[in-house]
């Protein structure tokens, strides 16, 4: 029997998929309009913030801290009832963008995450996709 | 200001069983559910002429649900933003009602969660749909629970809130429920351990499901169903039991943005717009019917109706005055026993306005004397990220 995997994502996504063939080279890719600034994330076609948008991908360094976050004691998934405890944050993003991901790299979830604390993402390697999880790092 | 009165709610049914053993569809609760509610108000399958629809039935919702009901409609509404679709049908129903379109609005809501094991709160967040919002978040394993923990962690944070005070969202629910006859048989049924009133330190040394949420800060997983019938002045006067009018609605929803507050939800938007249409505030409610999904959706729900400031929930909820024996301390909370304590089968919106209406006619297990005025307040979605908030402000005859 298989092992059960974490949900990916499916490339073919009509406004997602350039932010997924930018994790194949390890680029936290997203979008910013170039008349108005507005940042979009998740990627859409079109500029939330003005009609006449012209939206730009740009690359974050990858660096953002934890907005908040919850340790799953308890999943009946497949793959993330195996992996229990595990934190689920929202992560912000030094450049704007605000993801839903993982903390990893720690060894207790329960005492080594906290709100605020500096993360670097850490990709996650699959065959047609990286993920975008997030370890802590200092200040 | 002068209300408008344009249309009340008149009939009202919730079906009594929380667990129908697989022996009963969605569909066929809604249809029984249905003609509790119109002969609750004396009226006939004949005299409807508005639909108001969520689609939980299947079939294209809109397409087949006259068919099924055997009725010929005017009007068919079938938003469908999960568990505040309820309040957002009372809303299109008072509209529709008072341009002419229709006169007698049904509202029906059935589910078989619990006999269908589907895991609401726990079950993950697999397999990545089109939608390019799921296809960013459910590599993350995100629960139901866990997203409403990450807003009770947050507002934690900001606030100072404590498991504690969060737990007197739980415990008051549970006293109501404890004098709610079909609350304790769905707590049976459900196989609830031990079930009695509760104290803050059950609720805290309960089992923890998603940090900092409690086995009891989170509702039940039930079958379920219910009904509204919502009719213009002219019939709601001749109507059997005492008319419940719709004062006042509003309708919102929220979703991340680049440095957004999760502590504050779309109930910022639609509270004012509902209070602002009847004229009445926070303060002088009699009633708060919260979408007590988890006790971290009613704190917030409070502070964002304004029953108090952002971040002082916490304190505010503190030392029972949320009961429903407790009047001169504000409203009382979820008279029927909540989504906690007595009935959530996924989309728990249209129980709101029936304990609501209950309340405003008398007739509720925890009745609050001389009840005048009432908020029913729905979330739907999740919380700590897209959710939609419908705000429903009731008033008696």
Redesign the interface.
């Known amino acids: 029997m298989n092992e059960p995997v974490r949900p990916l994502p499916r490339a073919d996504e009509f406004d997602t998929r350039e932010f997924w063939e930018g994790s194949k080279q390890r680029e936290f890719r997203y979008q910013q309009c170039n008349h108005c600034d507005e940042v979009v994330f998740y990627p859409r076609r079109h500029c939330t913030g003005c009609t006449s948008g012209e939206l730009v991908w740009k690359v974050s360094s990858g660096k953002g801290t934890v907005y908040t976050f919850s340790v799953v004691r308890q999943s009946y998934h497949p793959f993330f009832r195996s992996r229990v405890p595990y934190a689920v944050a929202w992560v912000d993003l030094e450049e704007g963008p605000r993801i839903l991901s993982n903390i990893v790299g720690v060894d207790d979830p329960l005492s080594e995450v906290s709100i605020g604390m500096a993360v670097q993402v850490e990709w996650e390697e699959h065959e047609n996709v990286n993920i975008p999880l997030f370890k802590p790092i200092e200040d | 200001m002068t209300q408008k009165r344009d249309a009340a709610i008149v009939g009202i049914h919730e079906y009594p069983s929380r667990d129908v053993e697989g022996e009963v569809s969605p569909l066929q609760i809604k249809a029984e559910s249905a003609a509790r509610a119109l002969e609750d108000a004396g009226l006939n399958w004949s005299d409807v002429d508005g639909i108001y629809d969520a689609g939980e039935g299947g079939g294209m919702g809109g397409l087949t649900i006259a068919e099924y009901f055997g009725l010929h409609p005017s009007v068919i509404d079938t938003t469908s933003v999960g568990g505040s679709s309820y309040e957002f049908h009372a809303a299109h129903a008072k509209r529709d009602i008072a341009a002419g379109k229709c006169r007698v609005a049904l509202l029906t809501y059935g589910s078989t969660a619990h006999s269908n094991a589907r895991?609401i709160g726990?079950?993950?967040?697999?397999?990545?749909s089109?939608h390019?919002?799921e296809?960013?978040?459910?590599?993350?394993?995100?629960?139901l629970?866990?997203?409403y923990?990450?807003?009770a962690?947050?507002h934690m944070?900001n606030y100072a809130t404590t498991s504690e005070q969060l737990a007197e969202i739980s415990i008051a629910t549970r006293l109501h429920a404890m004098r709610n006859p079909e609350a304790v048989k769905a707590m049976e049924d459900l196989e609830f351990l031990d079930i009695r009133e509760t104290t803050i330190e059950d609720v805290v040394n309960s089992?923890?499901?998603?940090?900092?949420?409690h086995l009891l800060e989170c509702c039940m997983i039930s079958d379920g169903g219910g009904a509204v019938v919502i009719a213009a002045p002219e019939i709601a006067r001749d109507c059997r039991k005492s008319p419940v009018w719709i004062l006042g609605s509003g309708e919102a929803t929220k979703y991340?943005?680049?440095?957004?507050d999760?502590t504050s939800s779309a109930a910022t938007q639609s509270g004012p717009q509902a209070f602002g249409e009847a004229g009445v505030t926070a303060a002088e409610m009699d009633i708060a019917m919260i979408y007590d999904s988890f006790s971290i959706t009613v704190l917030t729900l409070l502070e964002d109706l304004g029953f108090c400031r952002k971040g002082e929930g916490g304190g505010w909820a503190q030392g029972g005055r949320l009961r429903f024996d407790r009047p001169s301390d504000g409203p009382a909370l979820n008279t029927d026993g909540g989504g906690l304590s007595s009935n959530h089968p996924g989309m728990r919106g249209i129980f709101l306005l029936i304990e609501a209406a209950r309340q405003l006619r008398g007739e509720s297990c925890s009745q609050v004397v001389d009840a005048k005025l009432a908020v029913a307040h729905g979330n739907g979605g999740m919380l700590?990220?897209r959710h939609s908030a419908g705000t429903i402000i009731l008033g008696s005859d």
Not at chain 2, 122 to 128: F, H, L, P, Q
Not at chain 2, 207 to 213: N, T
Request: charged share 10%.
């Open positions: 895991a726990v079950g993950g967040r697999g397999g990545a089109m390019p919002a296809n960013m978040d459910a590599f993350a394993g995100m629960t629970i866990a997203n923990a990450m807003v962690h947050r944070h089992r923890m499901i998603a940090d900092p949420l991340p943005t680049p440095g957004g999760i700590g990220s």
